[in-house]
Structures are given as C-alpha cells and as structure tokens.
C-alpha cells in the first residue's frame, strides 16, 4: 500500500478522537498514511514506494485550560527535500544548517548517535565551539559525549574553561586558591592567595614569567557589604582586611577593620585601623527624599601623594611618600566626609561630605559650605545635589528641580533613580526605575529620553549592590540593566548599540578609557558549572570578542586587552584582541 502523497498528492494528513478515561490514549494507524513503512527515527517514516518521508505524531489538544486533554490529534507532514536529506544522510553540516528547523524532538539526539561514528573531530569542535543557537537536545548531547570520548580535553575545559588558548601562566600549591587580582602595570599584576587560611599577597611579571614580590597579610574583608577589597589606586595598591561587626543579624553591616596601603615595589606605607561606626540614617525622616538606609564612610580618596580619609567628622591626611600623618582637618557643622575629594584648578580642595560638599583652600581654611538635610546619593561637578526620588538641589541656588511622570489619570509622580547619575563631559546621564532615563545637559535640560535604563543599586530593596551598571568613556556611555540588555550611547544621545542579555551584568569596566568589557554570568546547556561570559566592545559598539571562562575569581585586564584569570591553583592569561581565537 503506497503513502497519501502516492496516491493522492496529499502532504499533509490530521485526524482526533474525544478523550475518554483521563489515563486512556488512543492508538492510531500508520498504514492508511504512509503504508508499509520503514522507520529510522522516532516519529519519522518512509514510504516505501515512493521513498517520500512522512512525520506523524499524537498530542493531546483541547481547551488549555483543561486539566486533562479533550482531544488527542494524530498529525502528519511529508518532510521537504532539504530536511530529507538530512535524515538520510546525517551530517554535522546537516545538523548545523538546520538548527532551526521543525523536526521531533528526540530526533537530533538519534541523529547524533549515527553521526559521531563517521564525524568524531567534526563534533569535538562543534562542542568547543559552543554555538548557543543549537537546540537545547544538541547541547546536552555533547556534554554527555565529550567527556566520554574526550577524557583529557574535558579535564582542560574544566580547568581553564572553553579557552583551548589560555596561557598557564602560574600553578600553586594544590591546596592554594587564588582569590583575587588587579593590574598594577602593564606587566605586572597583584593576586591574593589562600592556603590553609594563610593568605599572601603577591606580583607576578609577565614579561619575565615570574613572582616579583610576596608579603604575607591578614584575612582580607570577605564579609559584609560587596567591595573591591584589592584595587590600584593614583599609583599605590589598596587592600582592606578584617572585619568589624555592624550586626549580628545582618552581615551587610560589618565593614573593613584596616586599610593597607602598598607602593608597587610592595612595600607597605600604611596600616591604618578603620575605627569608624557606621554611619546611620533614619529612613522615615527622609523618606520623601532619600529613601537612604545605610552609609558607610570606609572611603577615601589619594591627591598628590597625600591620603584624605574620613575619622568622624574630620579628615585625616597622610603623606604617602613618606607613611607619616600630616594632620587632621576639622569640618564644619558636623560634616562626615563621604571619601571623595577634588582638587581645583585654582589649588583648593572640594570634600564631598554625606550631605553636601565643603571647600576648603590650602590653609585649610573653609571657602565654600553647602549641606542639606537630606542625604544626596551622588553630587556632580556643577554643585548640582541628586536624591533617590529624581530630586536635584543647586548647592549654588538653592533651586530644586523635579522629574516627574505624569500617567494618564493626570496624577503626576516624582520618579525613582534605579542607579546614581553619571556625569559625562557636557551633562548628566539620569537612568529611573522602570520607565527610561534621560540624557540631560549641564543645565539639566532633557537633550534625549530613552526607553531603557539600568539595574536597580539604589533602591530600598538593593542595599549592599555597589556594581555601578553605567561607563563613560572617551565618547560614549554604556548602560547595562540585568537580564534585559546592553546599551551603548553617543554624548548626543544617538544610539550606537542595543543587545539584548538574559543573565546577570556582574562587572562593567574599561582598561584603556576606550574600550568596554561587560561581564555577565553564563549558565547554557554545555556545562553544569557556574561560567562567567567577558564580552569587549569596540569604542563604535562592536562585538570584539566573547570569551566563556571559569568564573570571575582573579579576573583583570591590562591596558593591552591580556587578561588573566584563575581556576583554583591556577592562573592562565589570554589575549582579548587576539583575532584567531574562536569564540
């Protein structure tokens, strides 16, 4: 007995029956479709008279909001050329070309099955390739089979992740793990190490491949508000270690006990005790305003060779150069410095403090003071005040602005900040929860309102988030929003780049005031392991390169675009410009 399509041309069949028990399923013929058959796969069947090959199914169908289906449906399709080509003769090719094709679900991994005994290295690549549009079956296919077939290449990929051209550039102890680094130089790198709760503090120089310096340290700051605890700061390396307890209820509260500071030949300058409380605001008498919790005043700032950092409401200053305290400057009113200081062209220094900003000339003598009642979450270069609610106080004036929406019930709200504005060379970036940001001018007059904004740091519900979702570079900004994209603008508000992500923004940086690297988390259906994804953007917004590794631990980038990255014992560096490496 011949197909339909041999008897009547027909390519394409349906019929149902009415469900009658909730555990029955109707068994429906295949002869009156496609005749005597010949079955290779799964739902897949070949005529044998004329060879065309037929999918039939069965489903339950009905009302979707039936518990149980109403209906079961048999379904069938005769299979076009192209797709007949595949099933009989499969190809890694095949596979690739039609990975977006309507085909049954267990269907890929029988094909695979045929095809790794023919195409073993074309697979093996295929896996390393790691093509994310694949379907989801090919995927966990491959990660079941590499392994299997590939024993050693998959403990590489394990280690070093899917970067058969990392460089190993250092293997430690067994039992030692890497935990953070920083570039100090262009060569030079400062990583942290841990080995049986001893911690060192160590250099390592690319150019000559070796260990340059190692200092051992106390336990760094690992619980308690999300800070950089190693960071390279105006010439010197910064660490925070210890901890002090702000609560036994909530670790977010405990801060750093010690700041370390270090020059680059690894000698120590200072360690100074943070003996600081944390510094506490009611929320329910800036609410309309604020909406602040928490501040910490563990911040600080290094101007020529000196070290402003917060003590009360003081500052102290210490000369770098030499380790020594040259003196504490008072502040008025009861000021608490916030950490961040400026120096002027005309030699005076601006001290932005938790609720405002003091001027000071090299007398130390108070030129300009300005303090509000509220707790300003960022304060730019034109005096300009920013509240949580989009509220912007002139510390010139004293005139407010408001940014409000107004909805179509005429009700008209002061919208939220989800970040703190970026100040950019002509204006303000001003992203709000929710609903868009704006691109402002020096004025604060609206140049360009844009639908997307970023991921939410400030709000009631983000303590402790100190990520900062947007970069300005040299003429651009990048803004990044959590599962949902990144962005890249032009300073007039043109749009250069729109990409859209499902997974976490977890660093935004650049290392070289040009080019942008995102980091994003990556689960796929390669690996069960927690990857990160480093993406570097061009200056125009182009894709460079997307690099899968490890993990975040130990990752840094030079002003070179080499960055390097640990996995447990080892260190390995790759070169992110580099244009032979797949991705």
């Not at 008025?332 to 900003?357: C, D, M, N, R």
Request: net charge negative; charged share 25%.
């Amino acid at each position: 007995m011949a197909c339909l399509f041999c008897q009547k041309g027909s390519s394409q069949f349906s019929r149902s029956e009415p469900a009658r028990e909730e555990t029955w399923t109707p068994t429906f013929p295949t002869d009156d479709i496609v005749g005597h058959s010949l079955s290779r796969f799964h739902e897949i069947y070949e005529c044998e008279d004329c060879h065309s090959l037929w999918w039939i199914k069965t489903r339950g169908t009905g009302d979707p909001r039936s518990t149980y289906p109403e209906f079961y449906e048999q379904t069938a399709e005769r299979i076009d050329d192209q797709r007949s080509e595949l099933i009989r003769k499969p190809t890694v090719a095949g596979i690739i070309l039609h990975k977006d094709s309507p085909l049954p679900y267990s269907f890929f991994e029988e094909i695979l099955e045929i095809v790794s005994l023919s195409e073993k290295e074309n697979l093996k690549e295929l896996f390393l390739k790691r093509d994310q549009n694949l379907p989801s079956s090919v995927k966990r296919w491959l990660r079941e089979w590499f392994p299997k077939e590939y024993p050693d290449e998959f403990k590489e990929v394990q280690k070093s992740g899917f970067q058969s051209y990392s460089d190993l550039l250092l293997l430690l102890k067994e039992n030692e793990s890497v935990f953070v680094s920083e570039f100090i130089a262009r060569d030079q790198f400062a990583f942290i190490t841990c080995c049986e709760d001893e911690w060192k503090l160590q250099t390592y120089d690319l150019t000559n491949r070796q260990i340059f310096w190692t200092k051992k340290i106390e336990r760094p700051f690992l619980e308690g508000v999300q800070i950089p605890i190693l960071f390279y700061q105006s010439g010197y390396l910064c660490y925070y270690q210890g901890f002090q307890k702000g609560s036994e209820f909530y670790s977010k509260l405990n801060r750093p006990e010690t700041l370390c500071i270090y020059d680059l030949s690894g000698k120590e300058i200072l360690t100074i005790p943070l003996r600081f409380k944390c510094y506490e605001i009611l929320s329910t008498e800036e609410r309309d305003v604020s909406e602040n919790r928490i501040s910490h005043n563990f911040y600080f700032s290094i101007l020529a060779d000196k070290l402003y950092l917060p003590f009360e409401s003081k500052i102290q200053v210490y000369d770098l150069k030499t380790g020594n305290h040259l003196k504490t400057i008072s502040l008025p009113g009861w000021e608490v410095f916030s950490g961040k200081a400026f120096e002027t062209e005309s030699g005076q220094i601006l001290f932005h403090t938790l609720k405002g900003i003091v001027g000071m000339n090299e007398k130390d003598q108070v030129t300009f003071h300005y303090s509000s009642p509220y707790h300003p979450v960022f304060i730019d270069s034109n005096f300009h005040l920013y509240y949580y609610y989009s509220i912007v106080e002139s510390a010139d004036s004293g005139k407010k602005i408001e940014f409000k929406k107004t909805y179509e019930s005429s009700v008209s709200l002061v919208r939220q900040l989800s970040s703190k504005p970026v100040e950019y060379p002509g204006g303000i970036f001003l992203p709000f929860s929710l609903d868009g940001s704006y691109l402002l001018d020096s004025n604060l007059k609206i140049l360009k309102e844009f639908p997307f904004s970023t991921t939410d740091t400030i709000g009631p519900h983000a303590f402790g988030i100190e990520k900062n979702p947007v970069l300005v570079t040299e003429d651009r900004i990048t803004i990044t929003d959590d599962y949902t994209g990144i962005y890249m603008i032009d300073f007039s508000g043109n749009l250069l780049l729109e990409k859209p992500i499902q997974s976490e923004v977890l660093s935004v940086f650049t290392f070289d005031g040009k080019h942008v690297i995102v980091v994003l988390t990556k689960q796929d259906d390669y690996s069960n392991d927690d990857q990160i994804e480093v993406i570097l953007f061009s200056p125009k917004g182009e894709s460079i390169t997307e690099k899968i590794l490890p993990n975040f631990v130990g990752l840094s980038v030079n002003f070179d675009g080499m960055t390097v990255f640990a996995k447990g014992n080892q260190i390995f560096l790759i070169d992110l410009f580099s244009m032979d490496q797949s991705k």
